[in-house]
């Protein structure tokens, strides 16, 4: 059985005193939930302080990004060791704001998915379409080719540890939600692709996530779907309230 991971992205959101704020009210709404892994992805600059403020609590955290090399001259990135000693857990890799705006390539995605796993963070590798590609009926050669060359060299044991996230791209922001259908046949896809490239074991453990525009209304419906194990949460994950409430819907 899949556990259920919701993981919040505040991308370049929020500041410090709302970041620790919004972790008092999730860790004071999340009381009780048990079955949901939950994190949240604040700014890099405010990770000590929501680890901090997180700490002892069933709240994981995560970055939304790490550098492959362990540590030297490399003015601006962040070591996969330096997110560990703050007390991160998770890193997304490969969102596609990073490789669309910043130009990242799967093959940089693979880079830092191999030096997460080695200092025992839990990546979170995101795959997606853009509207063009999916117009053109490219979804899934997109999606296997974002998932080969980001997941390159992975050992069974080391994918088994890593979540992906299928966001499909014209549904982040933009409160266009895949529906339903669309989104498990493309995690149906990414599963089937895990058991060609690993085996049936690896292909049921690994969890899936969706993003794009979860949101309280439309969670539940997504989450129900056999092959969609959690989500990632941009928008909707800035407030307590409408986190809270996917999260509920995770439970159901
Ligand atoms: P959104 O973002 O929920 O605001 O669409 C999702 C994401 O980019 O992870």
Redesign the pocket.
């Known amino acids: 059985m899949r556990r259920p991971f919701i993981a919040g ?1 505040w991308k370049m959101n929020l500041n410090l005193a709302s970041s620790v704020s919004l972790v008092e009210k999730l860790i004071e709404g999340l009381s009780g939930v048990d079955g949901v892994e939950v994190a949240v992805c604040p700014p890099s600059v405010y990770l000590h302080a929501v680890c901090q403020a997180a700490s002892g609590s069933i709240l994981g955290v995560g970055a939304q990004n790490v550098y492959h090399e362990p540590k030297g001259a490399f003015t601006g990135e962040l070591s996969p060791a330096m997110l560990k000693d703050v007390g991160c857990r998770y890193v997304i890799l490969g ?1 596609s704001e990073r490789r669309n705006i910043l130009g990242e390539s799967s093959e940089e995605v693979n880079k830092k998915v191999e030096a997460a796993l080695a200092a025992d963070l839990t990546p979170i590798v995101c795959v997606g379409e853009l509207l063009s590609e999916r117009k053109a009926g490219r979804t899934h050669d997109v999606v296997r080719r974002q998932f080969d060359g980001s997941l390159s060299g992975l050992t069974a044991e080391q994918m088994t540890r890593a979540v992906i996230a299928y ?1 499909p791209v014209w ?3 933009t409160g266009e939600v895949a529906t339903p259908q669309q989104a498990e046949e493309v995690h149906l896809g990414l599963r089937q692709l895990l058991e060609s490239r690993y085996n049936k074991q690896v292909a049921e453990a690994v969890r899936i996530q969706y ?4 949101k309280p209304d439309n969670a539940a419906e997504l989450l129900a779907q056999p092959n969609i194990d959690g989500a ?5 994950s800035l407030e307590a309230e409408p986190f809270l409430g996917i999260i509920a819907g995770a439970k159901n």
């Not at 993003?211 to 979860?214: A, C, L, Q, R, T």
């Not at 990632?232 to 909707?236: D, E, P, R, T």
Request: charged share 5%; hydrophobic share 40%.
């Open positions: 992205n969102h966001e549904a982040i922001g993003g794009g525009s979860v990632l949460v941009g928008g909707a």
